[in-house]
Antibody
Framework: EVQMVESGGGLVKPGGSLRLSCAASGFSFRGAWMSWVRQAPGKGLEWVARIRSKIDGETTDYGAPVKGRFSISRDDSKDKLYLQMNSLKTEDTAVYYC??????????WGQGTLVTVSA | AIQLTQSPSSLSASVGDRVTITCRASQVISNYLAWYQHKPGKGPKLLIYYVSSLESGVPSRFSGSGSGTDFTLTISSLQPEDFATYYCQLFNNDAYTFGQGTKLESK
C-alpha cells in the first residue's frame, strides 16, 4: 500500500525556518517525482514545489509565493522527501501535504502536517 | 498566469442527484486538467486526470469532460460519501494551479 507520512510541522515565528519530512513506503520512491501542496486555514489547495527523480535530473520547480525561500529535496536511501522553509511569513501557515506525481497530477497523498507561523 | 474559476463555489444536493461542477480557465489550456475530492482531515484524492481519464479505483459515477477553456466534473448519482470539496487543477509550464474549490453539501 502506498503511504506517505508527513512530519516536522509546528509553531514558528515570522522570519524563522522549519524543515518538513515525508516518509514514503509501498512504492519505488527513487523512481517517483514528488510534490508538496499546502492548504491555508479556510482556503483552497496551493501547489508548493516538485522534484523529479534522480534519473530525471532531480530538478525542481516552485510556486511563485515560495520561490527563493523554500527548497525541496529528497534522500532516496531513506525514502524521504523534504521541504526546507526559510524566511517564513504568516501567510505560510497551512497544512502541508506531500504527494506522488502521476500524469500531470498528484495521485497519492499523505495526511498532512500543520505549520503555524505566528509571533 | 492562467487562472481557474470553479462554479458554483458551493452546492447543496441530495443522494441520488446528478451533480455538475464547472471549471473555467482564463485562456485556452491543454488537456492537463485534473479533478480532486478533499475531505476534512484527509489528503486530497485524485479522481480524474487528462480531463476525462478516471483514476484507478475511482467509482464510474465520476466523469470529466471539456476542452478549450471550459471543463466539467459530473457525479451521475450522488452517494453519501461524495459530500466533500472538489478542486480542478491545471498543469502548465512546469507548475500547477488549483481552482478555488466547490463545497458539495447535503441538502
Amino acid at each position: 500500500e502506498v503511504q506517505m507520512v508527513e512530519s516536522g510541522g509546528g509553531l514558528v515565528k515570522p522570519g524563522g525556518s522549519l524543515r518538513l519530512s515525508c516518509a514514503a513506503s509501498g512504492f519505488s520512491f527513487r523512481g517517483a517525482w514528488m510534490s508538496w501542496v499546502r492548504q491555508a486555514p479556510g482556503k483552497g489547495l496551493e501547489w508548493v514545489a516538485r522534484i523529479r527523480s534522480k534519473i530525471d535530473g532531480e530538478t525542481t520547480d516552485y510556486g511563485a509565493p515560495v520561490k527563493g525561500r523554500f527548497s525541496i529535496s529528497r534522500d532516496d536511501s531513506k525514502d524521504k522527501l523534504y521541504l526546507q522553509m526559510n524566511s517564513l511569513k504568516t501567510e505560510d501557515t497551512a497544512v502541508y501535504y506531500c504527494a506522488t506525481e502521476g500524469l500531470a497530477s498528484q495521485n497519492n497523498w499523505g495526511q498532512g502536517t500543520l505549520v503555524t507561523v505566528s509571533a | 498566469a492562467i487562472q481557474l474559476t470553479q462554479s458554483p463555489s458551493s452546492l447543496s444536493a441530495s443522494v441520488g442527484d446528478r451533480v455538475t461542477i464547472t471549471c473555467r480557465a482564463s485562456q485556452v489550456i491543454s488537456n492537463y486538467l485534473a479533478w480532486y475530492q478533499h475531505k476534512p482531515g484527509k489528503g486530497p484524492k485524485l479522481l480524474i486526470y487528462y480531463v476525462s481519464s478516471l483514476e484507478s479505483g475511482v467509482p464510474s459515477r465520476f466523469s470529466g469532460s471539456g476542452s478549450g477553456t471550459d471543463f466539467t466534473l459530473t457525479i451521475s448519482s450522488l452517494q453519501p460519501e461524495d459530500f466533500a470539496t472538489y478542486y480542478c487543477q491545471l498543469f502548465n509550464n512546469d507548475a500547477y494551479t488549483f481552482g478555488q474549490g466547490t463545497k458539495l453539501e447535503s441538502k
